[in-house]
């Protein structure tokens, strides 16, 4: 009778760590490996950045490669159908050119996607 009962524990056991495990393998993992838990949006998190980091080529007035990141849209469409957050995370050919951004920038932008590019 006793042993029953602690196999049938064991198998709870086994069954809540593997539903365990599994929750924690989906999860998105920004390619930073920086957590963010709280909801990312353009005008908190990420004009900010543009603004410090990127007008100075990006803006309307002599745009590099063509590219103007000066509004909402702007951003949102080279993040979604462009390169944004790709060139912000390459190492051999960064954006901005003299060097990446933090990581816990970067992170933001990873999460900004995630949330679904929020204004
Ligand atoms: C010092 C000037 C300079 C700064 C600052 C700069 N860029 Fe660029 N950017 C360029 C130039 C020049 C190119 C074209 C050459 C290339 O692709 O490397 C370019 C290309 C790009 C491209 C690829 C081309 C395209 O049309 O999609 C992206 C995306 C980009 N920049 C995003 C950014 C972001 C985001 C920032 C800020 C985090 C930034 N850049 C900061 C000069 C700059």
């Known amino acids: 009778m006793l042993m029953l009962k602690i196999k049938r524990m064991r198998k709870i056991f086994y069954l809540a760590t593997v539903l365990l495990g599994f929750s924690c393998t989906t999860a998105e993992i920004p390619l930073t490996g920086v957590p963010i838990d709280r909801t990312v949006t353009y005008q908190r998190d990420i004009q900010p950045i543009i603004f410090n980091n990127c007008l100075t080529c990006h803006s309307s007035i002599n745009p590099a490669n063509g590219l103007i ?4 849209v702007q951003v949102k469409n080279s993040a979604q159908n462009g390169n944004l957050i790709t060139r912000i995370n390459d190492g ?9 951004l933090t990581a816990a920038n970067r992170a933001l932008f990873d999460k900004w996607k995630v949330d679904g590019y929020i204004e």
């Open 92 to 100: 051999a050919n960064p954006m901005p050119q003299n060097g990446l």
């Open 69 to 72: 990141l000066e509004s909402y």
